[in-house]
């Protein structure tokens, strides 16, 4: 590999330099590309209260911790979690230091901190506004939310779930956002915090936090060719929600997250799927997405538009955690045979 100047005869001048600059190769040998271009599921509060009900049915890897954090001038005050996640289901209540009208607070978590500093900030703010930013930088996504206490000592209780690129992340139990996080990858700490803008900040104020804890998520992509789902986290035994993700086959552009709740002796199952036409056929087979012949167990909803699929179905959860049954989308009823994605249904271990 080589810069140049003057490919071509008639651009070439007898006389004279092109000056040029930081000219560096780096070799790609050993990285999993397939898995950081893999794409990532957008959330709603429905696949984020699957994640966050399946990884929070395990014992945390950390927490739960309570505690206080005392603003000072200058940084952000912090309280790490002592893990080293890239995909994690996060959880801590805080306690407002004030009224909202009479002095400004803020709190929120941070995550994924890279070699050079960067890192994922999520910041809830006492006028009801939330921001995500890798460090200071400008933000890259911003809102406001309805579900935020504003008087002291209120209670707000933050959640979050980060798989791959996508997170999402609810206030006092009301889902508020999905977030990109596709820029920031490999894993780390997490930890929460309070005043990360400086003109919330007053010395000496304290904001404290209860039951701070994080819990594990296994990544949902872990080979170029998947054929079967990895459970998002260990549940237990019989758990009332589960969910999965339907992988891509054969190169199909279509992947979908999938979850399973119990419903009144059935099961409900919900499918969200990424790049979906819509009409594509969704059905619950008998038999693993590894086989090659499986019989339909339950027919679900078709697609809509927007590529969600919805039904209760007379099965209760348990029976559809034996490892006997996966979730299928199919092409359309006529092209039944060209399946687009798959997830096998199964409890974690």
Request: proline share 4%.
């Amino acid at each position: 590999m080589f810069v140049g100047a003057g490919f071509f005869s008639e651009d070439a001048a007898s006389d004279g330099t092109i000056a040029y600059s930081d000219f560096e190769i780096w070799s790609l040998a050993g990285i999993a590309l397939e898995a950081i271009l893999a794409p990532s599921i957008e959330m709603d509060a429905a696949s984020f209260t699957g994640f966050v009900t399946g990884a929070v049915g395990a014992s945390p890897l950390a927490g739960p911790t309570s505690g206080d954090l005392v603003q000072a001038t200058g940084s952000a005050t912090v309280m790490p979690a002592g893990v080293e996640l890239e995909d994690f289901v996060a959880r801590a209540t805080f306690v407002n230091p004030g009224d909202a009208g009479d002095s400004p607070w803020d709190f929120g978590i941070a995550f994924r901190e890279q070699d050079n500093g960067d890192h994922y900030r999520l910041t809830i703010s006492s006028d009801g506004s939330w921001e995500l930013q890798i460090g200071l930088q400008s933000p890259l996504a911003e809102g406001n939310l309805s579900s935020l206490s504003f008087e002291q000592s209120d209670l707000n209780t933050l959640e979050v779930a980060v798989i791959g690129g996508s997170a999402g992340f609810s206030v006092n139990d009301t889902f508020v956002a999905d977030l990109d996080v596709s820029s920031l990858s490999g894993p780390g700490d997490v930890w929460i915090g309070a005043g990360f803008h400086q003109a919330n900040v007053v010395d000496g104020v304290v904001t404290r936090f209860r039951d701070f804890a994080v819990w594990a998520i296994e990544p949902a992509v872990e080979s170029p060719t998947p054929t079967a789902a990895t459970p998002v986290a260990n549940v237990g035994v019989a758990p009332q929600q589960v969910a999965l993700r339907l992988d891509e086959r054969d190169n199909s552009g279509v992947d979908a997250l999938a979850v399973l709740e119990a419903s009144d002796g059935g099961t409900t199952v919900t499918v969200t799927a990424r790049d979906a036409s819509g009409a594509e056929v969704v059905v619950v087979h008998e038999g693993t997405c590894e086989e090659t012949a499986t019989l339909p167990a339950f027919l679900l909803e078709d697609l809509d538009a927007s590529g969600r699929s919805e039904t209760t179905i007379e099965a209760p959860i348990s029976d559809l955690l034996d490892g006997a049954h996966s979730i299928a989308i199919h092409r359309s009823a006529d092209d039944y045979a060209d399946v687009l994605a798959c997830g096998d249904i199964r409890a974690a271990e």
